[in-house]
């Protein structure tokens, strides 16, 4: 598993690297055999472009499709909060080591756990969070969503 995740962020690199500077003065730069690109534009698409290179060179998290454990789902707007708030104490009380995430969309409140690549990783939280708060058994679910993955963890880690 920590192989792909390094793979991936290689690869990130070494096309972080490959536009250097950025694709267009890439693709006005001449090389042999190949015709002739010219690039017509504001100057404030290459700078906005720069900005997000700037931005990308700096990030420290990747984000990768994966999996959570919802634990609450909620529609009353004060209770809801409330009742999300007292099940992420409840769990960072027994597990400090859990990332927790209480977002709000609306009309729903939602509190979900952890960070997992595979649906099988997450089954097992899901499975110990059922056993432990066996109350909240029929709302603790897995879910598809975004899984942040720090890629500073790989650069310690070895």
């Known amino acids: 598993?920590?192989?792909?995740?390094?793979?991936i962020a290689l690869f990130a690199t070494c096309m972080a690297s490959v536009y250097a500077d950025n694709i267009f003065s890439d693709l006005k730069t001449p090389k042999e055999g190949q015709g002739e690109v010219v690039v017509s534009q504001p100057a404030a698409v290459g700078r906005l472009l720069d900005k997000k290179k700037e931005?990308?060179?700096n990030k420290k998290q990747l984000t990768f499709s994966g999996?959570?454990?919802q634990v609450y789902m909620g529609n009353h707007q004060k209770q809801s909060k409330?009742?999300?708030?007292?099940?992420?104490?409840s769990i960072k009380s027994r597990h400090p080591e859990l990332t927790t995430y209480?977002?709000?969309?609306?009309?729903f409140w939602r509190l979900r756990v952890g960070d997992f690549r595979t649906h099988a990783d997450a089954l097992i939280l899901a499975n110990k969070l059922k056993s432990e708060f066996f109350k909240w058994e029929g709302d603790i679910y897995i879910v598809r969503?975004?899984?942040?993955?720090?890629?500073?963890f790989e650069k310690n880690d070895h």
Not at 82 to 89: G, N
Not at 102 to 107: E, I, K, N, Q, V
Not at 145 to 152: A, G, H, I, L
Request: aromatic share 12%.
């Open 82 to 89: 409330d009742e999300a708030s007292q099940r992420e104490a």
């Open 67 to 69: 999996y959570r454990v």
């Open 1 to 7: 598993m920590r192989i792909i995740a390094t793979l």
């Open 55 to 57: 931005a990308w060179s």
């Open 145 to 152: 969503d975004n899984e942040v993955f720090n890629t500073d």
């Open 102 to 107: 209480l977002t709000f969309s609306s009309p």
